[in-house]
T-cell receptor, first 116, second 117 residues
Framework: DGGITQSPKYLFRKEGQNVTLSCEQNLNHDAMYWYRQDPGQGLRLIYYSQIVNDFQKGDIAEGYSVSREKKESFPLTVTSAQKNPTAFYLC???????????????FGNGTRLTVT | AQKITQTQPGMFVQEKEAVTLDCTYDTSDQSYGLFWYKQPSSGEMIFLIYQGSYDEQNATEGRYSLNFQKARKSANLVISASQLGDSAMYFCAMREDYGGSQGNLIFGKGTKLSVKP
């Protein structure tokens, strides 16, 4: 079955450490996204990528970095510069970003990151 | 200004009754899509229903329907015959064709629906 896999489901880190969240999709989608969700809140866009080797900052990119070396993979690194990294992180994919306003995003099951 | 507004932080509905979750949106694009997602306590985001800006008929998917009023810029979700499993957070979202969101999906803050037995 096609889908998006995020791992791990739960992640614990000490303050000051970088941590990388994995996201893999086999839907053959061009576009991939990372969202952050805080308790009781909606989703905020961190980074998105329309094609391999290209990505753009979303609304809250500070303290995060991404790479897109393969179409199927879009890992997110939460760096020590992110002041409040504890959150629920959701990865998604869709057909191309622009001109695809009728195309829904498909989401992974999320990674809950706790930094102490 | 918020592009997606969901004014109901929480809603209660009796099992087997219908419920309407409100959503208003703001865009100057002619071409856009409106989406509803369900997020159970486990966290995954489940796509429920889509309405395109040029669609003249209201979208329906099983027990879900979207009450689309373009002039009022509203896209309310109607769930008929509520079930206990419908208890979840519900998010309204929009994709513009060219607007400031660069084609990305913009979410409202969500409505927490609780279905009472």
């Amino acid at each position: 079955d096609g889908g998006i896999t995020q791992s791990p489901k739960y992640l614990f880190r000490k303050e000051g450490q970088n941590v990388t969240l994995s996201c893999e999709q086999n839907l053959n989608h061009d576009a991939m996204y990372w969202y952050r969700q805080d308790p009781g809140q909606g989703l905020r866009l961190i980074y998105y990528s329309q094609i391999v080797n290209d990505f753009q900052k979303g609304d809250i990119a500070e303290g995060y970095s991404v790479s897109r070396e393969k179409k199927e993979s879009f890992p997110l690194t939460v760096t020590s510069a992110q002041k409040n990294p504890t959150a629920f992180y959701l990865c998604a994919s869709s057909h191309a970003v622009k001109g695809s306003y009728n195309s829904p995003l498909h989401f992974g099951n999320g990674t809950r990151l706790t930094v102490t | 200004a918020q592009k997606i507004t969901q004014t109901q932080p929480g809603m209660f509905v009796q099992e087997k009754e219908a419920v309407t979750l409100d959503c208003t949106y703001d865009t100057s694009d002619q071409s856009y899509g409106l989406f509803w997602y369900k997020q159970p306590s486990s966290g995954e985001m489940i796509f429920l229903i889509y309405q395109g800006s040029y669609d003249e008929q209201n979208a329906t998917e099983g027990r879900y329907s979207l009450n689309f009023q373009k002039a009022r810029k509203s896209a309310n979700l109607v769930i008929s015959a509520s079930q206990l499993g419908d208890s979840a957070m519900y998010f309204c979202a929009m994709r513009e064709d060219y607007g400031g969101s660069q084609g990305n999906l913009i979410f409202g803050k969500g409505t927490k629906l609780s279905v009472k037995p």
